[in-house]
């Protein structure tokens, strides 16, 4: 006899900021559907449950990270990770998404079934090992593409012989005592530049090591704008007016970098030769070999790293590693950095959709071999959505509006009684990565990733005022997308 199992119109598969996100548009634009939340973890919250680094903070601004229907109060432009969490969990309790939630389910298996109109999913639980199955109509993936599971280390020549403590910075324990301490932060990204400032308060010294520059840029702690607003208009017209000049400014930045990019980069290292005066070598270690925006660039709130840098408090040396050894590392330059911590900040792996091994009629998926339809579904696989944010702007842009199509699609469907979506592709269509990108954890996984098109509707534009258009706007009638 076959055990029962539950079935929901839509599963949501991870709790952070997009799972919670989409849960609350279905609450808000398609209440009649039924859902169920798969997490693997065992508390809500992503990427702001699981780094516990001192000094976790948001690397984009806060109005255009926060969820475009609940407003960002706080005064921070750049928050701290417990006040993002905070956020996050506040919005699940307001739409009441947190009794959908089944928290240390991990999902293994999906199957779509042309013959019974669903999705068979499997989760293990992580306490007793037990499978379940869920069925559903719709898989809404909201699990990012990132490992959460490991960072990415690299092959550090004779890290057995050093006889002080390594840690990764996406695994933080709790109990690490720097104080006082010889420590090294191996990167140069958003990691690295929120945990050297913060260190740096209470160790003995503290030395960033980079191999390349990154592009650093001050930003406000507050957004001047939003203060004076605040004192006349009503919170809910603050926000939005703000989110939109920020919108607008990243797009600005984006397209300056793209068109005159040695106009920005003269900017930007100008703001950091103004925080760091004139005789310090800038050349050397905050001017990268590529334009801005080749890479995503790293925001520090009110210039505090730079403020620790000229204080004394913190030092950068950019050079390569030789090996580690008892003491320290050895740089091929000759020189020796003696530590007693080293912090690895040198990013994270990605993963495709959770790891997840989908199916069709119990055909695997290699989504690799799939386009993306318009940056959220995929080639020939019905009614399973994907949601990923901007790699040059804050990626709940991306994730309120790829929740709210969802939501379009699911309410088309019921209106007319259609049992399945799936984009067919039709006609010539050039081939291109879907991340154009050329940061170093997208390029050792570019070749696990859909790919994309030349033209509409299988181009991924990172353009929010495009994606606005065309996925809250624009009609649902596309000769691409197939309702049976």
């Known amino acids: 006899m076959t055990k029962p199992y539950e079935s929901v119109d839509v599963l949501i598969i991870g709790a952070g900021l997009a799972g919670i996100g989409g849960a609350c548009q ?15 973890r065992a508390a809500s919250g992503g990427t702001w449950d699981l ?44 739409y009441d998404v947190e009794k959908n939630i089944r928290y240390k389910h991990k999902v293994v298996t999906a199957n779509w079934s042309d013959a019974d109109k669903q999705w068979l ?54 109990d690490l005592d720097y104080q006082g301490k010889r420590v090294i932060v191996i990167g140069s990204g958003a990691t690295a530049v929120t945990l050297v400032p913060t260190l740096s308060k209470d160790t003995a010294s503290l030395v960033m090591l980079q191999r390349t520059p990154t592009y650093i840029a001050t930003v406000p702690s507050e957004d001047p704008l939003a203060d004076k607003l605040r004192k006349w208009l009503p919170e809910s017209w603050t926000f939005r007016l703000t989110r ?10 984006y397209k300056l970098s793209r068109k005159r990019p040695d106009d920005l980069r003269r900017f930007m290292l100008g703001q950091v030769r103004q925080a760091l005066g004139p005789d310090y070598d800038i050349k050397t270690h905050f001017t990268p070999p590529y334009n801005p925006w080749d890479q995503r660039l790293c925001a520090v709130p009110d210039g505090d790293m730079f403020k620790a840098i000229k204080q004394g408090r ?24 003696d530590a007693d911590i080293v912090i690895l900040a040198t990013g994270l792996n990605l993963q495709f959709a959770g790891g997840i091994e989908y199916s069709v009629n119990n055909k695997a998926i290699d989504f690799s071999k799939h386009f993306i339809y318009r940056g959220m579904m995929f080639s020939d696989v019905p009614n399973m959505a994907f949601t990923v944010g901007y ?28 049992a399945s979506v799936t984009p067919r592709m039709k006609g010539s269509i050039e081939e291109t990565p879907l991340l154009d990108f050329d940061a170093g954890y997208v390029l050792r996984a570019r070749e696990q990733f859909p790919k994309q098109g030349n033209r509409l509707p299988w181009q991924n534009y990172q353009d929010y005022i495009r994606d606005f258009i065309g996925l809250r706007l624009r009609s649902l009638r596309d000769k691409e997308l197939e309702f049976r």
């Open 121 to 174: 999913i499997t989760a293990r639980h992580g306490d007793t090992g037990e499978m379940i199955t869920v069925g559903c109509k719709f898989v809404f993936n909201c699990t990012g593409y990132y490992d959460y599971e490991q960072g990415y280390t690299p092959a550090f020549a004779g890290l057995d012989d050093f006889n002080g403590q390594v840690l990764h910075a996406q695994h933080w324990p709790e």
């Open 26 to 40: 279905l609450r808000r634009k398609s209440p009649e559907r039924s859902f169920m939340i798969l997490e693997s």
């Open 314 to 337: 913190a030092e950068v040396v950019t050079d390569h590693i030789e090996r580690f050894n008892g003491a320290g590392i050895a740089l091929k330059s000759g020189k020796q950095l």
């Open 51 to 94: 780094f516990r680094y001192p000094g976790i903070r948001s690397d984009s601004d806060m109005y255009t990270y926060s969820y475009g229907f609940k407003p960002w109060r706080d005064e921070s432009t750049i928050a701290d990770g417990h006040k993002i969490l905070d956020y996050i969990r506040e919005a699940a309790a307001e």
């Open 244 to 253: 939109w000049k920020k919108v607008l400014f990243q797009i600005y930045v």
């Open 391 to 418: 790699t040059n702007s804050s990626w709940t842009l991306k994730t309120d509006l790829t929740s709210h199509f969802v939501c379009r699609l699911l309410n088309k469907m019921a209106r007319g009684s259609y």
